[in-house]
């Protein structure tokens, strides 16, 4: 930050906007000037020059600037001379007071940092669910929550195709503040193998069986065919019952949330679809990015959401 020059653009291209920028300053300068016209007075018959190009008769007196306007003119050219010593503009020179965008950006961080240091210490030492009841604090857990997580799980954190709910309580890895902070943290990743090789004749089979367990209108034989291959093979993640797997992320199939519905489509569809080529819906880590404290306070956030109707 301290020497006068940076090496953001090569030197060709510095050198361009220098001259480019230089000259053009220099072009208006040299207009200004080289119309400046003093002696207007009117000679001795009382005439008064004029531009010489009369519209509909009328014609154009051409008199000088008005004083002070000049002056204007004169001052806006040395602002800018001014400005191009102290600040970035000419290309790589740096400005003498040495400036910068990120200089700037780094400064009010730290400013941030030591403002909200000391808060987040404190939030770290309440438990989450005392930690989701303190409304100044959700504040907070909001903010990091829409600067962070709302790009998937949406603004409402009512998630979308393939971006889970986080306000109901059907919960992939479980809702205990233990569980959504190692997903922030681990970040999660789930793998629901395709069945393609089960051929059409069981995946519809399965699929009726599933529809079954939500309570779903299903054909019951096909369903019945399905139930002994879904303990045979999907009972090991799903649990028999089809209540699923938290440990894995399998979810429970029984309470008709789909976290793979897309708009529109049928849920029965969403399970062959799901059937036909697997998932892995795929949850980065969170920690990495956004540090431990604020883990802590947006883990909060997520388990205060069951608290707003
Ligand atoms: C890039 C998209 C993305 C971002 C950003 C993201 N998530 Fe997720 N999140 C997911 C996906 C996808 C899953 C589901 C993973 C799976 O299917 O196994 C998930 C799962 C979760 C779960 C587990 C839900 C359950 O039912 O157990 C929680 C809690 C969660 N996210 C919270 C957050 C929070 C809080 C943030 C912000 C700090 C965040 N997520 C940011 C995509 C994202
Ligand atoms: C290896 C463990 C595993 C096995 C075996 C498995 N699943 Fe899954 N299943 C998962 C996981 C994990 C997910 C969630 C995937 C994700 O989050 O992206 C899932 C998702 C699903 C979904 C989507 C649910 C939704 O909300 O959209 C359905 C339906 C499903 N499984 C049915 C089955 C059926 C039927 C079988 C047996 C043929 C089966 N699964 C076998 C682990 C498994």
């Keep these: 930050m301290n020497t006068l020059w940076n090496d953001s653009l090569s030197g060709f291209w510095s050198a361009w906007i220098i001259v480019i920028t230089l000259g053009t300053i220099a072009f208006s300068a040299w207009i200004l000037f080289a119309n400046r016209k003093t002696d207007k007075a009117p000679d001795a018959e009382g005439n008064v020059e004029t531009t010489g190009h009369p519209a509909d008769e009328i014609e154009e007196y051409d008199n000088p600037l ?16 001014v400005y191009l010593v102290l600040y970035p503009g000419l290309g790589n020179f740096a400005g003498l007071l040495g400036w910068s965008q ?5 400064e009010e961080v730290a400013r941030a940092e030591e ?8 939030y770290q030492e309440v438990p989450i669910p005392e930690l989701a009841r303190d409304g100044e604090a959700m504040q907070v857990g909001e903010r990091i929550y ?3 997580c709302a790009v998937c ?4 954190a009512q998630g979308g195709y393939g971006f889970p709910n986080l306000t109901d309580d059907d919960w992939l890895y479980g809702g205990e503040p233990e569980n959504i902070v190692t ?17 059409e004749a069981n995946i519809e089979n399965l699929t009726q069986h599933v529809l079954a367990l939500s309570d779903l209108e299903h054909d019951a034989e096909s369903a019945e065919q399905g139930a002994s291959l879904f303990a045979s093979v999907c009972a090991a993640c799903h649990t028999p019952d089809g209540t699923g797997n938290q440990a894995l992320g399998a979810p429970n199939l029984t309470n008709d949330t789909w976290l793979y519905r897309a708009p529109g489509q049928s849920v029965a569809d969403s399970i062959r679809q799901t059937l036909r080529n697997g998932r892995n819906g795929h949850m980065p880590v969170q920690q990495a990015y956004i540090g431990e404290e604020r883990v802590h306070v947006v883990a909060a956030y997520v388990y205060s959401l069951r608290f707003q109707d």
């Design 115 to 122: 403002r909200f240091t000391p808060i987040f210490a404190q």
């Design 183 to 199: 997903t922030l943290e681990r970040g999660r990743n789930g793998l629901m193998p395709s069945w393609q090789q089960l051929g």
């Design 153 to 156: 799980h949406g603004a409402n």
């Design 102 to 106: 990120e200089g700037q950006w780094e």
């Design 146 to 148: 829409q600067n962070n």
């Design 66 to 81: 008005p004083r002070w306007w000049f002056h204007l003119f004169v001052g806006t050219i040395l602002f800018s001379l």
